[in-house]
C-alpha cells in the first residue's frame, strides 16, 4: 500500500498536464466490451500486485526531453509509470487484446484502482482514448498547478479545461495521497518574502516538522508525505488539515484562507460521502477533456516509446 499515493498523484497530475485544450469526445464505458472484455480486471490485478493521453509516460531521448522529466514532474513516482507498462504487456499477452488497448485508457483504469485500493471511492471509468504523439516536457508548462499558484490562477488553470472551482478543490484533494520533493516546499518554511520568512498560514508545529524533514541544502532526492496524518488513505482529511494550517503547499491552503472556496472546504471536511460524491463528479469531467480519438492519436505497443 505504501506506493498506491505516488501512483494517485502521478495520474491526477498528469491528466491535467497532458491534456491542455478543450476538445472533448464520446468515451464509453465498455469500450472494449468485444474487444478485451477482461481489460479492467487485467489493469486492477497489477495495480493490486504492485502493492489520458499518456504522454507523459514516454522516455526521453538525447533529441527530446519528454514530459515526465520536467522539473514539475520531478515528484511523480516511478511506479507509477511501471504499473500502466505492466497492464500494457500483460493485455497485450491475450491474442485478442493485443494492440487493442490504449496506454491513456490504461493509466485511467490504474488510477481508478489505486483509488480504490487506498479506500477512497470507485467509480465508473470511460474509456476509449487513443495515445498522444507527442510528448515533451515544454508542453507541460502552463498546464500544471503550480505549488504557489492562488485560487485565481487555479480556477483559471481548470478553466481552461471546463472544469469548476468545486472540480478543482475536488481535484486538488489528491494530495490526500503521495508525496513532494522539498525542493517545492523550502520557500515556505525558509524564504516566504521580505517580512516573513516562514509563510505565516502554516502551523507553527507543521513547520517545525517541515525543517525537520527538510533542512537547508537537503539532498533534492529527499520527498514529504503530501498529507501529514493518513498519507496512504484516500480520504477527506486533507481538508481538515488545511483547516489547522497543514496544508504542504501554498495551493494547498489557499483552498482554506481564500474566503471564495473556503465554505467547500468547511463542507468537505464535514462530510466525507459529500467529498467522494465531487471527486468523481470531477474526475469523470477530467478524463473527458482533451481526449484524443481516431487520427488525432495512435494505440501504442510500448507506453514508453512513440510507435
Known amino acids: 500500500m505504501a506506493r498506491f499515493g505516488l501512483v494517485l498523484a502521478m495520474a491526477l497530475c498528469l491528466t491535467i498536464s497532458v491534456f491542455p485544450d478543450t476538445t472533448t469526445a464520446q468515451l464509453k464505458p465498455n469500450f472494449y466490451g468485444n474487444s478485451c472484455p477482461n481489460v479492467e480486471a487485467i489493469v486492477k490485478k497489477v495495480v493490486q500486485q504492485k502493492g489520458c493521453d499518456a504522454s507523459v509516460m514516454i522516455q526521453s531521448t538525447p533529441n527530446n526531453k519528454a514530459e515526465k522529466d520536467h522539473p514539475d514532474n520531478v515528484s511523480l513516482a516511478g511506479d507509477g509509470f511501471d504499473v500502466v507498462i505492466k497492464a500494457k504487456k500483460a493485455i497485450d499477452a491475450i491474442p485478442s487484446c493485443r494492440n487493442k488497448v490504449s496506454c491513456a485508457d490504461i493509466l485511467a483504469l490504474a488510477t481508478r484502482d489505486v483509488i480504490v485500493a487506498a479506500k477512497g471511492p470507485s467509480y465508473t471509468v470511460e474509456l476509449g482514448r487513443r495515445d498522444g504523439l507527442v510528448s515533451t516536457a515544454a508542453s507541460v508548462n502552463g498546464n500544471l498547478p503550480g505549488p504557489n499558484d492562488n485560487v485565481d490562477k487555479l480556477n483559471k488553470l481548470f478553466a481552461k479545461n471546463k472544469l469548476t472551482q468545486d472540480d478543482m478543490i475536488a481535484l486538488s484533494a489528491a494530495h490526500t495521497l503521495g508525496f ?6 523550502a520557500n515556505r518554511i525558509y524564504n516566504f518574502n521580505r517580512t516573513h520568512p516562514v509563510d505565516p498560514t502554516i502551523n507553527k508545529a507543521y513547520v517545525k516538522e517541515l525543517q525537520a524533514a527538510c533542512p537547508k541544502k537537503v539532498d533534492p532526492r529527499i520527498a514529504i508525505n503530501m498529507d501529514p496524518v493518513t498519507p496512504r488513505t484516500f480520504d477527506n482529511i486533507y481538508f481538515k488539515n488545511l483547516q489547522q494550517g497543514k496544508g504542504l503547499f501554498t495551493s494547498d491552503q489557499v483552498l482554506f484562507t481564500d474566503r471564495r472556496s473556503r465554505p467547500t472546504v468547511d463542507a468537505w471536511a464535514k462530510s466525507s460521502p459529500a467529498f ?12 473527458r477533456v482533451g481526449v484524443k480519438v481516431g487520427r488525432n492519436g495512435n494505440i501504442r505497443r510500448d507506453c514508453g516509446a512513440f510507435n
Open 276 to 287: 467522494n460524491a465531487a471527486f468523481v463528479k470531477a474526475m469523470t469531467k477530467l478524463g
Open 180 to 185: 513532494a520533493h522539498c525542493s517545492k516546499v
